[in-house]
């Protein structure tokens, strides 16, 4: 039965409505396509790219923004622990002089292409020592988690934690046995909470946390940074206006490239080094000279009523009673001039004083210009690049299937979302070939009153599909739920408007007892037998 008769078709109002339903059905499919292929975009993209709305991520066409995601992805940890569970950007800045990196929104690609832009053979020369110092000569106790926080993607510490417990124990019962557990999973065994003013106990799940985190390859290690926590003071304080200090084009000083050595040498003032030992410097990496402090440390005891020939440790002690006192008394009474950090670039200068005859071997080498090895900084950036570049091959389609392999595999190994899925899947199609050819056979075979109206209704109904409206009518009903209502009894009422415009504007298939206002007029003429329309 033919929505429009032959003889229809030739009138220019019918070709014009039928022009107009194709470039709608047009229209929704664009629609349709458009907000799909963002979808896909999007699920490849990670906590770097996530506000860049691009039918292709800039990672699978630009080195840079690949280089950047795994920068971000690699981030370590503040002070050595695992207790930071956000996205701390600006823990990087100073490696790349960058005061502006908050978020990972703030990182561009033109920042990262002077690291990039190091000639291979320095490259080179800086990432050998590194690794070297890293495998050989930097205490463990520096060592922080990489990749901590990156908890989704295909470097991500914890699964890698929890093989390296399978390898040790073997099965689950003989984690919860060593570490008085009850786990049900490797996930619920989680990893232990290093807090910044106490040092690690020395518990089995602690002690194999920092084995776990010494043995690492130096790909996936990082290094406990003073010059992060600098830079926080540094953000807070109002510095002199001939401070000598590098600066941006605008004048600015770069506070990002102002380091622990700077505070110690008294650039910023006495008073910003006592303001960084009691507020911003992780007590674990403090250390008091004792003969400068002991003084005030005996007076510190006695104002609290405590044996005043009670020794003062020159690091933060074991014992948890002590170490709150010993933390309270840095924090608040110990003289600035007795406070220093133990840091890695102190053992990174002998390292380098090792392996290199004198300084100016160490800067042909490094592409430096310092003038002394006090002077040298960890090479952060350039080290980080170099193990992108190890890793390069490869990681461009790792990023992209990564998210869809995590989703699988959570929807197989947890709960019954597969299944459950699975059923839906089936049960759908199964009704969609029951139903949808019975009532197709029925509408074509039998007059109904309406058929028309119910053609043109699925008609509309296929233009814009379930997809493209899913964000907006979520959106609608979460907002205020009647609007959703109000909005669907506007549509059935205009529906209903422009089918009765329709039925008498346009030469429609019709029967003279359904229309009888088209018949009396004696332009449609329906044939009994055919069911089909003709007009004089």
Same mark, same amino acid.
């Given at each position: 039965?033919?929505?429009?008769? !032959?003889?229809?078709?030739?009138?220019?109002? =019918?070709?014009?409505?039928?022009?107009?339903?194709?470039?709608?059905?047009?229209?929704?499919?664009?629609?349709?396509?458009?907000?799909?292929?963002?979808? #896909?975009?999007?699920?490849?993209?990670?906590?770097?790219?996530?506000?860049?709305?691009?039918? &292709?991520?800039?990672?699978?066409?630009?080195?840079?923004?690949?280089? !950047?995601?795994?920068?971000?992805?690699?981030? *370590?940890?503040? +002070?050595?622990?695992?207790?930071?569970?956000?996205?701390?950007?600006?823990?990087?800045?100073?490696?790349?002089?960058?005061?502006? +990196?908050?978020?990972?929104?703030?990182? $561009?690609?033109?920042?990262? $292409?002077?690291?990039?832009?190091?000639?291979?053979?320095?490259?080179?020369?800086?990432?050998? @020592?590194?690794?070297?110092?890293?495998?050989?000569?930097?205490?463990?106790?520096?060592?922080?988690?990489?990749?901590?926080?990156?908890?989704?993607?295909?470097?991500?510490?914890? *699964?890698?934690?929890?093989?390296?417990?399978?390898?040790?124990?073997?099965?689950?019962?003989? &984690?919860?046995?060593?570490?008085?557990?009850?786990?049900?999973?490797?996930?619920?065994?989680?990893?232990?909470?290093?807090?910044?003013?106490?040092?690690?106990?020395?518990?089995?799940?602690?002690?194999?946390?920092?084995?776990?985190?010494?043995?690492?390859?130096?790909?996936?290690?990082?290094?406990?940074?003073?010059?992060?926590?600098?830079?926080?003071?540094?953000?807070?304080?109002?510095?002199?206006?001939?401070?000598?200090?590098?600066?941006?084009?605008?004048?600015? =000083?770069?506070?990002?490239?102002?380091?622990? @050595?700077?505070?110690?040498?008294?650039?910023?003032?006495?008073?910003?080094?006592?303001?960084?030992?009691?507020?911003?410097?992780?007590?674990?990496?403090?250390?008091? @000279? &004792?003969?400068?402090?002991?003084?005030?440390?005996?007076?510190?005891?006695?104002?609290?009523?405590?044996?005043?020939?009670?020794?003062?440790?020159?690091?933060?002690?074991?014992?948890?009673?002590?170490?709150?006192?010993?933390?309270?008394?840095?924090?608040?009474?110990?003289?600035?001039?007795?406070?220093?950090? &133990?840091?890695?670039?102190?053992?990174?200068?002998?390292?380098?004083?090792?392996?290199?005859?004198?300084?100016?071997?160490?800067?042909?080498?490094?592409?430096?210009?310092?003038?002394?090895?006090?002077?040298? $900084?960890?090479?952060?950036?350039?080290?980080?690049?170099?193990?992108?570049?190890?890793?390069?091959?490869?990681?461009?389609?790792?990023?992209?299937?990564?998210?869809?392999? !995590?989703?699988?595999?959570?929807? =197989?190994?947890?709960?019954?979302?597969?299944?459950?899925?699975?059923?839906?899947?089936?049960?759908?199609?199964?009704?969609?070939?029951?139903?949808?050819?019975?009532?197709?056979?029925?509408?074509?075979?039998?007059?109904? !009153?309406?058929?028309?109206?119910?053609?043109?209704?699925?008609?509309?109904?296929?233009?814009? *599909?379930?997809? =493209?409206?899913?964000?907006?009518?979520?959106?609608?009903?979460?907002?205020?739920?009647?609007?959703? #209502?109000?909005?669907?009894?506007?549509?059935?009422?205009?529906?209903?408007?422009?089918?009765?415009?329709?039925?008498?504007?346009?030469?429609?298939?019709?029967?003279?007892?359904?229309? *009888?206002?088209?018949?009396?007029?004696?332009?449609?003429?329906?044939?009994?037998?055919?069911?089909?329309?003709?007009?004089?």
């Amino acid at each position: 039965m033919p929505l429009i008769s !032959k003889v229809g078709r030739r009138s220019i109002g =019918v070709r014009l409505t039928l022009l107009a339903m194709y470039v709608l059905l047009g229209v929704g499919a664009v629609t349709m396509v458009y907000p799909f292929a963002l979808m #896909l975009s999007m699920s490849t993209v990670g906590r770097g790219e996530c506000q860049e709305f691009r039918l &292709v991520p800039r990672y699978l066409v630009s080195e840079a923004a690949l280089f !950047k995601r795994y920068l971000l992805d690699s981030i *370590p940890s503040g +002070w050595g622990g695992s207790a930071m569970s956000d996205y701390p950007v600006n823990m990087i800045a100073g490696w790349f002089g960058r005061d502006y +990196w908050f978020n990972s929104s703030d990182v $561009r690609e033109d920042d990262l $292409r002077p690291v990039m832009n190091t000639p291979a053979a320095r490259r080179a020369a800086i990432a050998g @020592d590194m690794r070297a110092f890293l495998l050989e000569a930097c205490p463990g106790e520096f060592k922080t988690p990489a990749f901590l926080f990156d908890r989704d993607g295909p470097f991500a510490l914890m *699964p890698d934690f929890y093989g390296w417990l399978r390898n040790k124990y073997g099965v689950l019962d003989a &984690v919860n046995r060593a570490y008085n557990d009850n786990a049900a999973s490797w996930e619920e065994v989680g990893a232990p909470v290093e807090q910044p003013n106490r040092r690690p106990e020395q518990r089995a799940r602690n002690l194999d946390w920092r084995a776990f985190l010494e043995q690492r390859p130096p790909e996936r290690t990082g290094l406990f940074d003073a010059n992060y926590h600098v830079f926080r003071m540094v953000n807070r304080l109002e510095l002199p206006d001939d401070y000598p200090g590098a600066r941006a084009p605008d004048g600015s =000083v770069i506070r990002s490239l102002i380091t622990y @050595d700077d505070l110690m040498a008294g650039r910023l003032g006495t008073d910003a080094v006592a303001e960084f030992f009691r507020k911003f410097a992780p007590p674990i990496f403090m250390r008091v @000279d &004792v003969s400068q402090a002991a003084e005030a440390w005996r007076n510190f005891l006695r104002d609290r009523d405590r044996d005043p020939e009670l020794p003062l440790k020159e690091r933060l002690p074991d014992d948890l009673k002590l170490a709150g006192l010993w933390a309270s008394f840095v924090q608040r009474e110990c003289p600035p001039a007795a406070l220093s950090l &133990v840091r890695p670039e102190d053992h990174w200068r002998k390292f380098l004083r090792a392996r290199y005859a004198d300084i100016a071997d160490l800067n042909r080498a490094h592409g430096a210009d310092y003038r002394e090895f006090n002077e040298a $900084r960890l090479p952060h950036a350039v080290f980080r690049y170099d193990c992108f570049l190890r890793e390069r091959s490869g990681l461009r389609q790792t990023y992209f299937f990564n998210n869809y392999r !995590k989703v699988l595999e959570f929807a =197989v190994l947890h709960g019954a979302a597969m299944r459950v899925t699975l059923i839906y899947i089936i049960l759908t199609i199964a009704a969609t070939l029951t139903v949808n050819p019975l009532a197709a056979y029925a509408m074509s075979r039998f007059r109904l !009153k309406e058929s028309h109206h119910i053609l043109l209704f699925l008609l509309v109904t296929m233009t814009f *599909p379930g997809e =493209v409206l899913m964000i907006p009518s979520f959106l609608m009903i979460k907002s205020f739920p009647l609007g959703q #209502l109000a909005a669907g009894a506007l549509c059935l009422l205009l529906f209903y408007w422009m089918a009765r415009r329709l039925a008498r504007r346009l030469p429609l298939c019709c029967w003279p007892r359904y229309f *009888p206002a088209c018949s009396a007029a004696g332009r449609c003429r329906v044939s009994r037998r055919t069911g089909t329309s003709t007009f004089p």
